[in-house]
């Protein structure tokens, strides 16, 4: 077996594994939202921390900024593909969370 630095086990967690990364693509699959509307769906993320999401998820392809031709504030924020195909981790985490609750929480 080959030793890499990379594996897509690490990829994963250094895409998906901040504080708030999860959590804004969760509520972004519903649609595109403004950055106040995701501030307001993430209590507790301050606004730098949201800024610095929003321009990470869109450097690393997961999230796209949608600004309306005229210059206004409208600017929206929405799920690539790929930012799409993370939610599949989103709903096995949520099955494995309920699936720990059940037998070890409250076991």
Known sequence: MEIRARCPIRTTIE?????????????????????????????????????????????????????????????LYALTDLGREALKIIVAMKEFGLSYEKQVVAG
């Open 15 to 75: 895409m998906l594994g901040g504080k708030w990364t999860l959590l804004l693509i969760h509520k972004l699959k519903a649609g595109p939202l403004r950055p106040s509307e995701i501030k307001q769906k993430l209590p507790g993320i301050s606004d730098k921390v949201l800024n610095d999401e929003l321009h990470f998820l869109r450097t690393n392809q997961l999230i796209v900024r949608q600004a309306p031709p005229e210059k206004s504030k409208k600017v």
